[in-house]
């Protein structure tokens, strides 16, 4: 079965600071892979993903993750972080095909000092 | 679209009374999801749906937990006898063939059981 691991439970980055938050995955074959965010009170809302082709993918609010099969990784970055990037992210993994379940990572909390 | 849409969004029910939560998926959709969010167990699948039928209840805890999904946009979780553990955020998702294992997420519900 197919497991996500996110190591690092807490990050906490100053404004304007870049941001990496890894991710590793544990599948036999290429996954999809997913980056989610989480606000206060809010669900998640879907920042990147990959399925194929180009490693590295953009997503919304300046967010990019490059897919690196040879370390069975799918770190998320970001070159300036606003302070309004504080939340919870969640790398998912899902099986080849559609409809099918997402396996999450435990979360990273973000927190951006002023 | 208005998104996943899921009601109530706050519950609040004593011991032992029956709770139902409701959602309704993005119009289209064929796969449905409920999800279950502490902070001591993150976030957690406990069934889903594709087509109406549901496909993966292993993540569903015990016998008082139950749900429905009647026609393709209307689902329910229905707890029943509730216990001051069911104490979580809950989360109803929704996500279609073409859109490759893309979940989206509704707002959620905050359940609190005294």
């Given at each position: 079965a197919q497991s996500v691991t996110q190591p690092d439970i807490h990050i906490t980055v100053s404004e304007g600071a870049s941001l990496e938050l890894r991710c590793n995955y544990s599948y036999g074959a290429t996954p999809y892979l997913f980056w989610y965010v989480q606000s206060p009170g809010q669900g998640l809302q879907l920042l990147l993903k990959y399925f194929?082709?180009?490693t590295l993918v953009q997503g919304i609010k300046g967010f990019e993750a490059e897919f690196k099969r040879s370390q069975s990784s799918f770190n998320l970055r970001k070159p300036s972080v606003h302070w309004s990037d504080a939340a919870e992210y969640f790398c998912a993994v899902g099986l080849t095909g559609g409809g099918n379940k997402l396996t999450f990572g435990t979360g990273t909390q973000l927190k951006v000092e002023l | 679209d208005a998104g996943v849409i899921q009601s109530p969004r706050h519950e609040v029910t004593e011991m032992g009374q029956e709770v139902t939560l409701r959602c309704k998926p993005i119009s289209g959709h064929n796969s449905l999801f409920w999800y279950r969010q502490t902070m001591m167990r993150g976030l957690e699948l406990l069934i889903y749906f594709n087509n109406n039928v549901?496909?993966?209840?292993?993540?569903?805890?015990?016998?008082r937990f139950s749900a429905k999904m009647p026609n393709a946009s209307f689902s329910t979780l229905k707890i029943?006898?509730?216990?001051?553990?069911?104490s979580a955020v809950y989360f109803c998702a929704s996500s279609s063939e073409t859109s490759v294992d893309e979940q989206f997420f509704g707002p959620g519900t905050r359940l609190t059981v005294l």
């Open positions: 194929s082709g180009d | 549901p496909i993966d209840d292993s993540g569903m805890p015990e016998d029943q006898p509730s216990e001051p553990r069911d």
